[in-house]
Each structure stands twice: as structure tokens, then as C-alpha cells.
């Protein structure tokens, strides 16, 4: 693609097709799919779909609060029965109108298990997931969903969950149009959603060009007129763009960059750091029993000097985990770890002795990103307060190490961490910490947190539910399964020509409040 000046890249035509108004452009990965919301789930595409789609329920570019975006309702009574009403007035990228048959649809399309959508377990609360997620489905349609008329359906649970209005801004639960029913090689080629934004073309692995829809329905519109999300196989050029104002939004800067505070001299007034809902851990793989003595979890966490690892590390840029549930996730309380995920080396030290664990200490994790420097300082931290040898074991690549993991082939304390699909201190638990969950990989199982998991899952408010989710978290961090080192935090750069830039708490650019300086205009 020929260069142009004012950070866009493309050819002269592709800009004209642009439409009206300014394109920025946006550090981008190749999505690993289709552009289809059912079967996105990682950050490359998840991102260009929040562009081109609209869910039910939005969540705030603040603080992540959810709010009703293409629903003007959504009722229940028992958090089984849900009544879904829609605004009226929305349509897709082609005209056609978004009704309740155009949700209905989407999830019936992405629960089928032939079609083996990637987030299709994003659909499993509803009442027959199991018959038609089967590999050897020959059901289509899940029982638990019912459409009344254009702007209504009815969403019917096989238990009650009182969250999961919240999960409904997940991507997952994105219409789709008609045309993608009738021809889906059609759509994957000219992807048509019901977003701020819609699809103009794409080249693989060099960009995808989208522009503002000006049909959208939405409340809130963005000011700028398209984005061109830019692709890159080196987040180091990324950063070099955005420092010469040829890239103008990169939403993660490389871990050198904070080195010495390097980023205020590349980028003066031209960064933020923000704290977004992810958190990283360390794991015990409890299918090797000698990890089985809750002390030995607890001592080894209590070893762990989170604010000297953060400060030499991280220069500082990243919070230290109090609990499992980072900031702005709905139902989190502050401070659930207590002692437990503070550096306290005489207690821990009480514990370990306490315990008949031999041998030395083994961390482990995939290191084609940087989790080495970390973790070498976490088993500097274990030994200096322990007394016990400690050392990283890498292994050099994430398939490899996922793939050891799943295989149970790991006996190190390996990586963990997790961020948010939905805004909820029930994602944080459930999929990690319930029994026989699909993220629970080292295997933790307690019945008291599962019962606990349970009942939350079927309180009749959200503020009961968080209760009980604050109870079981409690309890997980008694036995400290998983250890809690810090709450993940991003630093986010942008050109000089950017205004009003907001990273949302998903590590997202919110395309709805930035702007675009006119030429004549310096930065501050």
C-alpha cells in the first residue's frame, strides 16, 4: 500500500471510498476468523467486530457499567425468564432492520455445534445448549429461545443466572442479517453488521477499512469518519509509526518502551495508562499432589513482593492484585486477599516450615512475550523469603505451553491470568475455579465454592449474587489455588493530530469520543 501523509495508509481510491470525515488509523493483528461475532475471540478481531456490530447492551467507556443499547428492555422476574425488547429504528450495513428474529438467529447459528463457532460456550446457560452444541447435533434451534414478534423474544435459561443480562454486550450474543444466512461465503468476504462503523474492503495482513455508518441508530456517534485498522507482525514498528505520527492510535506499547520512562520522551503528552479488566497470576497444577497443603499456596503468595516486582519490572505501571476481581468489574469488593496477597515474609515463612514440601520451587511460562523477567523476579522474591531454591522453566512458544497444560504435562506453578469478556465478577470465578470448568486447567475443586457459585448463579438480584460471588472468592483464596500478582494495565499511545482519546477498559480505543485536530493545530 502506497504511503499518504496524516496517518492513514491505502490507496488514493480506497480513501475515496472512505466516505466523508477523517479515517484514523488503528494498530491492528490479523483476526485468526471470519469477521463473524459467533466465531471471534481474540483481540485482533474482537476489536474490529465491537466496530462493526452492536449488542443489547453496551458497557460504559469509563468505568464498564453495562447499559441497554439496541434493547429498550430486558425483563425477568426469576433470572430464568427473559424478555427482550428492542428499540426501534436500528438496521444493518444493507437496510434490512434489526429484529428480534435477527438475534434469535445469531445465537441459534452460533450454538450449533457442526458449525463449531469459538464462542458458541458464551450460549451454554440457555435451555438446550447441550442438545444442540452436540458435534453430532441434528437439533438446530435451542429450546430456550422464543421469538414474539419483531421486537420481541424471549430468552428461557435451563438454570437461573442473575448476570446475564451483563454477558449480553459480549460479542457472541451480536446479530446477524438476513444475507448472512443466505450466503455466508458473501458476508465473510463484505461483512455487514449493525455498528457505528461498516465495512469498506481489506487486505490480509496489511489492513481492513471500515467507515462511519451514518444510518447508525445508536445514541452516541462517532466524530470521525472511518478507521483503518493497520496491520502489524512487530508491535516495536508500531511504536516507531506512532512516535512519527504515521500511525495515529497503538493500544499496547512494548515492555521496553517503559524502561526508564522511555515513553515520555518518545511520546510527551501523548500516552495513557490505565488500569483495564485483566488480571495475571500464577497457578498450581494440583494434579501433582505435592502441591496439595493449602500453607504451601498461601506461604508461596505471602512470599511474593508484589510492589518491588511492579516497581522494577514495570516502572510502576501495574496495580497489585488484592483479590481475583480487578477494578470496574461489577460485584468486585476491594481487599478480598487480605495477608494473603501481601508481601508478608514472616508468616510465610511460618507456613512453608510448617509444611513437608522438598525439593526446589518451579515456575513456569510460554515465553514468546516477555513473561520471563517477571517471573525470574517472583522466584527471586520466593527464595530470598523461603529459603527454598526457585527457578523459571521457559517454554518457547503459548501453543506449546497450552498445549502441555491441557496434557496435564506441567507440574511447574505455570502463568495463568484472565481478562474479561463481560464486565462481571462471575466471569472471574466460574470459568476458572468451578469444577471441571473449561479454564480450570490445574484442576482446583472445592464443593463449598461450587455450591456457593451455584446458588449466586440463581439469586434473584444482582446484589445478592455478588454477595455469594464475594463469599466463594473469599473462600478460593483461602486455598489459593491460583495466586494474584497484579491487575493488568495498558499503555496506549497516539498520534499528535488525536484528541479526546479514551481507552475503554476492554484495552479498546472508544471510537465514539475521539477527534481529530485540524491541521493547523499543535499539541499541548
Given at each position: 500500500?502506497?504511503?499518504?501523509?496524516g496517518?492513514?495508509?491505502a490507496?488514493?481510491d480506497?480513501?475515496a471510498?472512505?466516505?466523508?470525515?477523517?479515517?484514523?488509523?488503528?494498530?491492528?493483528?490479523?483476526?485468526?476468523?471470519?469477521?463473524i461475532p459467533?466465531?471471534?475471540?481474540e483481540?485482533?478481531?474482537?476489536?474490529?467486530?465491537?466496530?462493526?456490530f452492536?449488542?443489547?447492551?453496551?458497557?460504559?467507556?469509563?468505568?464498564?457499567?453495562?447499559?441497554?443499547?439496541?434493547?429498550?428492555?430486558?425483563?425477568?422476574?426469576?433470572?430464568?425468564?427473559?424478555?427482550?425488547t428492542?428499540?426501534?429504528?436500528?438496521?444493518?450495513?444493507?437496510?434490512?432492520?434489526?429484529?428480534?428474529?435477527?438475534?434469535?438467529d445469531?445465537?441459534?447459528?452460533?450454538a450449533?455445534?457442526?458449525h463449531r463457532?469459538q464462542?458458541?460456550?458464551?450460549l451454554?446457560?440457555?435451555?438446550?445448549?447441550?442438545?444442540?452444541?452436540?458435534?453430532?447435533?441434528?437439533?438446530?434451534?435451542?429450546s430456550?429461545?422464543?421469538v414474539?414478534?419483531d421486537?420481541?423474544?424471549?430468552?428461557t435459561?435451563?438454570?437461573?443466572f442473575?448476570?446475564f443480562?451483563?454477558?449480553?454486550?459480549?460479542?457472541a450474543?451480536?446479530?446477524?442479517?438476513?444475507?448472512?444466512f443466505?450466503?455466508r461465503?458473501?458476508?465473510?468476504?463484505?461483512?455487514?453488521?449493525?455498528?457505528?462503523?461498516?465495512?469498506?474492503?481489506?487486505?490480509?495482513e496489511?489492513y481492513?477499512?471500515?467507515?462511519?455508518?451514518?444510518?447508525?441508530?445508536?445514541a452516541?456517534?462517532?466524530h470521525?469518519?472511518g478507521?483503518?485498522?493497520?496491520?502489524?507482525?512487530?508491535?516495536?514498528?508500531?511504536?516507531?509509526?506512532?512516535m512519527a505520527?504515521?500511525?495515529?492510535y497503538?493500544?499496547?506499547?512494548?515492555?521496553?518502551?517503559?524502561?526508564?520512562?522511555?515513553?515520555?520522551?518518545?511520546?510527551?503528552?501523548r500516552?495513557?495508562?490505565?488500569?483495564?479488566?485483566?488480571?495475571?497470576?500464577?497457578?498450581?497444577?494440583?494434579?501433582?499432589?505435592?502441591?496439595a497443603?493449602?500453607?504451601l499456596?498461601?506461604?508461596?503468595?505471602?512470599?511474593?513482593?508484589?510492589?518491588?516486582?511492579i516497581?522494577?519490572?514495570?516502572?510502576?505501571?501495574?496495580?497489585?492484585?488484592?483479590?481475583?476481581?480487578?477494578?470496574?468489574?461489577?460485584?468486585?469488593?476491594e481487599?478480598?486477599?487480605?495477608?494473603?496477597c501481601?508481601?508478608?515474609p514472616?508468616?510465610?515463612?511460618?507456613?512453608?516450615?510448617?509444611?513437608?514440601?522438598?525439593g526446589?520451587?518451579?515456575?513456569?511460562?510460554?515465553?514468546?512475550?516477555?513473561n520471563?523477567?517477571?517471573?525470574e523476579?517472583?522466584?527471586?522474591?520466593?527464595?530470598?523469603?523461603?529459603?527454598?531454591?526457585?527457578?523459571f522453566v521457559?517454554?518457547?512458544?503459548?501453543?506449546?505451553?497450552?498445549?502441555?497444560?491441557?496434557a496435564?504435562?506441567?507440574v511447574?506453578?505455570?502463568?495463568?491470568?484472565?481478562i474479561?469478556?463481560?464486565?462481571s465478577?462471575?466471569?472471574f470465578?466460574?470459568?476458572?475455579f468451578?469444577?471441571?470448568?473449561?479454564?480450570?486447567?490445574?484442576?482446583?475443586?472445592?464443593?463449598?465454592?461450587?455450591a456457593?457459585?451455584s446458588?449466586?448463579?440463581?439469586?434473584?438480584?444482582?446484589?445478592?449474587?455478588?454477595d455469594?460471588?464475594?463469599?466463594?472468592?473469599?473462600?478460593?483464596?483461602?486455598?489459593?489455588?491460583?495466586?494474584?500478582?497484579?491487575?493488568?494495565?495498558?499503555?496506549?499511545?497516539?498520534?499528535?493530530?488525536?484528541?479526546?482519546?479514551?481507552?475503554?477498559?476492554f484495552r479498546?480505543?472508544?471510537?465514539?469520543?475521539?477527534?481529530?485536530?485540524?491541521?493547523d493545530?499543535?499539541?499541548?
Amino acid at each position: 500500500m502506497p504511503s499518504t501523509t496524516g496517518g492513514f495508509t491505502a490507496t488514493d481510491d480506497t480513501v475515496a471510498d472512505a466516505g466523508d470525515g477523517v479515517i484514523i488509523s488503528y494498530h491492528g493483528t490479523e483476526p485468526e476468523n471470519a469477521l463473524i461475532p459467533g466465531h471471534t475471540t481474540e483481540s485482533g478481531g474482537v476489536k474490529v467486530i465491537a466496530a462493526l456490530f452492536r449488542g443489547l447492551v453496551s458497557y460504559d467507556p469509563i468505568d464498564a457499567s453495562p447499559r441497554n443499547e439496541v434493547a429498550e428492555s430486558i425483563e425477568t422476574t426469576d433470572s430464568t425468564r427473559f424478555v427482550v425488547t428492542l428499540r426501534p429504528g436500528w438496521t444493518f450495513h444493507d437496510g434490512s432492520p434489526v429484529t428480534a428474529r435477527s438475534f434469535v438467529d445469531a445465537w441459534n447459528y452460533t450454538a450449533y455445534g457442526p458449525h463449531r463457532m469459538q464462542a458458541a460456550s458464551f450460549l451454554s446457560h440457555i435451555e438446550g445448549f447441550d442438545e444442540v452444541n452436540a458435534a453430532d447435533a441434528t437439533v438446530r434451534e435451542l429450546s430456550g429461545l422464543e421469538v414474539i414478534d419483531d421486537h420481541t423474544f424471549v430468552v428461557t435459561l435451563s438454570a437461573p443466572f442473575s448476570e446475564f443480562p451483563v454477558t449480553l454486550g459480549c460479542s457472541a450474543f451480536f446479530p446477524l442479517p438476513a444475507m448472512f444466512f443466505a450466503d455466508r461465503e458473501a458476508y465473510e468476504a463484505h461483512p455487514i453488521g449493525n455498528g457505528a462503523f461498516q465495512f469498506v474492503s481489506r487486505e490480509p495482513e496489511k489492513y481492513i477499512l471500515l467507515r462511519r455508518y451514518d444510518g447508525y441508530a445508536g445514541a452516541e456517534k462517532p466524530h470521525v469518519g472511518g478507521v483503518e485498522f493497520r496491520i502489524y507482525a512487530s508491535l516495536e514498528d508500531a511504536y516507531h509509526d506512532v512516535m512519527a505520527d504515521k500511525l495515529d492510535y497503538l493500544d499496547v506499547t512494548p515492555f521496553w518502551a517503559l524502561t526508564d520512562n522511555r515513553y515520555l520522551r518518545d511520546l510527551p503528552n501523548r500516552t495513557h495508562d490505565r488500569t483495564y479488566l485483566g488480571i495475571q497470576t500464577i497457578s498450581f497444577p494440583l494434579y501433582d499432589s505435592r502441591y496439595a497443603d493449602p500453607r504451601l499456596r498461601q506461604a508461596i503468595s505471602m512470599a511474593i513482593d508484589r510492589v518491588t516486582l511492579i516497581d522494577r519490572i514495570f516502572q510502576g505501571h501495574q496495580v497489585p492484585a488484592d483479590g481475583l476481581v480487578p477494578p470496574a468489574v461489577s460485584g468486585r469488593a476491594e481487599n478480598q486477599g487480605g495477608e494473603l496477597c501481601s508481601y508478608s515474609p514472616v508468616r510465610a515463612k511460618e507456613l512453608f516450615d510448617a509444611c513437608d514440601f522438598t525439593g526446589e520451587i518451579e515456575l513456569t511460562s510460554n515465553v514468546d512475550s516477555p513473561n520471563q523477567p517477571w517471573m525470574e523476579e517472583v522466584c527471586a522474591s520466593v527464595t530470598a523469603t523461603l529459603g527454598v531454591p526457585c527457578r523459571f522453566v521457559p517454554i518457547p512458544t503459548l501453543g506449546e505451553f497450552r498445549r502441555r497444560l491441557n496434557a496435564q504435562e506441567i507440574v511447574a506453578l505455570f502463568r495463568s491470568g484472565w481478562i474479561a469478556d463481560y464486565p462481571s465478577i462471575e466471569n472471574f470465578l466460574s470459568p476458572m475455579f468451578r469444577t471441571g470448568a473449561s479454564d480450570n486447567v490445574g484442576k482446583y475443586s472445592n464443593p463449598e465454592v461450587d455450591a456457593l457459585l451455584s446458588a449466586a448463579d440463581r439469586a434473584p438480584t444482582s446484589a445478592q449474587a455478588w454477595d455469594l460471588y464475594q463469599q466463594a472468592e473469599r473462600l478460593i483464596l483461602q486455598d489459593m489455588p491460583t495466586i494474584p500478582i497484579w491487575y493488568q494495565s495498558t499503555l496506549s499511545a497516539w498520534s499528535t493530530r488525536m484528541r479526546n482519546v479514551q481507552p475503554n477498559p476492554f484495552r479498546e480505543l472508544d471510537l465514539f469520543s475521539v477527534t481529530v485536530a485540524g491541521p493547523d493545530t499543535t499539541t499541548d
